[in-house]
C-alpha cells in the first residue's frame, strides 16, 4: 500500500490520540452527568448544541478546504499560496464570528422571556464561536500538512484535560463555586482560549520555514467556489446532527436533553476508530487522487473501511447488550430512560461504519458538491422527522429521526463515491474498483 509505513505509523499514532481523549470525554460526560444531574446537564448540553449551530455559518466550511489546500500546497511546494490560504481563512473565519455574534446577541434580546435559565449560560456561548473556528483552522492546517497526530492533540486531549484541570482548581480552590450549567460553560471558554493558544503554537512550530517568508497567493475566487459547497456540506451536518438536541430543548424538559445527551455519547464511541482514520487518510486520498492513482486509491479507502467496522462491532454489541446496565452504573439510574434512544443510535452508527469515509473521500476528490447535495436531503428529512417524532416520543422519537437520516446519508453518498470515482467505499469491497472515472 502507498504510503505504508506513514500511513499506519499515522494511524497508530491517531488512534493513541483518539483512545486517550475518547476516554477523557467519556470520563468528563460522567463526571458532569453524576455532579450536575440531568437538568443542568441538560442546559449546558443544550447550549452547546446551539454554539455548534452558530458556528455553521462562521467556520464555513474552512477546515476542510484548509485540510485539502494546505496538503495540495504542501505537495507542490507552493509556499506562497500556503501562507495565503492561513492568513485568509483566519481572516474571514474573524469576520463572521463578529457577525454571528451580533446577531446572536439580537436574537438573546428577541426571546430572552422564552430562555428562562438558559440565558446566562447562552451568554457564554458568544466568546465560543471565535474560538471554536480558529482552533478548527489550526488543528485543520497540522493534518494538511500530515502532523496527523499533533492535529488531533487540541480537540481530543487538550481541551478536556483543561476543562478537567480547571474543574479540579475550582473544586480545590474555590469552595463557594457554584456546579451549575453557567459556571462549566465559563470554564468550557477558558478551557477553549488555552487550546487554542497550544494549537497556534504547534503549527507556527511545524509549518514549514519557506511558507513564514513567503510572499502571501491568494486565490479568493477559486477557494470561495470550493467553500460554497463545503460550507453547505459541512454546515447542513452539523444541523443534521445537533437537530435533535436543538429541538428536543424546545418540545421537552432539561431532562430529557441530557439524558439523551448522554445516550448520544455512547453511541459516537461505536464509531471512534471511523474518526481516527478518516484524521489519517484525509490527506492521503487527496494525494492519490491527484495522481491518478485509482488501484491504489480503492485500496487504502476499503482498508479504511475494514479497520473502521472491524473496531465498530465489538463496541456496539456491548452496547446493544448491556446498554441498560452501563447508564445505571456509570450515570445513575436517572439517565436509564435513554437506554431505547442509546440502541437505535448505536445500530445507526453500526451501518455509518461499515459504509466507509463516504463524505470525506468526496469532498478531498473535489466532488463536496455531492456531498451537500447528500447530506441537503438528509437533513431535509431529520428535520421534519424531529418535529414529528419528539412530541410523541421523546428521547426515542429523536433518536429515530437521527437514525434515518444517517443512513439515507450514508447510502447518497455512497453511490455519489460509486458514480464519480468507481470506487466502492465500503468495506465489503473484493473486486476492485467498479470502473475508473
Known sequence: MIFRSEWVA????????????????????VVLARLLGP??????????????????????????????????AQQQRDWGCLRGILRWSVLLASAMAL??????????????????????????????????????????????????VLGQLPDNVLHPTALIGFMTAA??????????????????????????????GLLRWKLPPESTTAVPVYRGRLWLTSLGPLALATGLYLVNSR?????????????????????????????????VVNRVVAP???????????????RLVTRSAQITLLGAIPVASVFIAFGSVLLERIFGAA????????????????????????????????????TAKGVAVSTFLN??????????????????????SLVVWNIILWYAVRKRLGLNSTAFNFGGTVKHA
Request: a negative charge.
Open 243 to 275: 437537530t435533535d438536541m436543538v429541538m428536543l430543548g424546545f418540545f421537552t424538559t432539561d431532562d430529557q436533553v441530557g439524558i439523551y445527551r448522554v445516550a448520544t455519547q455512547m453511541a459516537i464511541v461505536v464509531v471512534f476508530v471511523l474518526q
Open 383 to 404: 428535520v421534519p422527522l424531529n418535529f414529528l417524532l419528539i412530541p410523541s416520543f421523546g428521547t426515542t422519537g429523536a433518536a429515530l429521526a437521527t437514525a434515518i
Open 171 to 200: 473544586w480545590l480552590f474555590w469552595p463557594a463555586f457554584d456546579w451549575d450549567a453557567v459556571s462549566l460553560m465559563s470554564l468550557t471558554v477558558l478551557s477553549s482560549v488555552l487550546t487554542l493558544s497550544i494549537a497556534s
Open 284 to 298: 492521503h486520498l487527496a494525494r492519490l487522487h491527484a495522481a491518478g492513482d485509482i488501484d491504489r486509491l480503492q
Open 10 to 29: 499515522g494511524l497508530c499514532g491517531a488512534a493513541s490520540v483518539k483512545i486517550t481523549g475518547a476516554l477523557l470525554g467519556f470520563a468528563l460526560t
Open 99 to 148: 457577525l454571528v455574534g451580533v446577531a446572536f446577541l439580537a436574537g438573546m434580546e428577541m426571546f430572552s422571556s422564552s430562555l428562562e435559565g438558559r440565558g446566562r449560560a447562552l451568554l457564554w456561548g458568544i466568546p465560543l464561536l471565535p474560538l471554536l473556528a480558529w482552533n478548527g483552522l489550526a488543528t485543520s492546517a497540522l493534518i494538511g500538512l500530515r502532523r496527523v
Open 335 to 370: 439517565f436509564v430512560a435513554g437506554h431505547e434512544a442509546l440502541i437505535i443510535l448505536v445500530v445507526a452508527q453500526l451501518v455509518n461504519a461499515g459504509m466507509g469515509s463516504v463524505g470525506l473521500l468526496l469532498n478531498m476528490t473535489g466532488h463536496e458538491r455531492d
Open 39 to 72: 437538568s443542568e446537564y441538560g442546559i449546558y448540553a443544550w447550549v452547546m448544541a446551539l454554539v455548534a449551530l452558530l458556528s455553521v455559518p462562521v467556520q464555513l466550511g474552512l477546515p476542510t478546504l484548509l485540510i485539502r489546500e494546505v496538503a495540495r
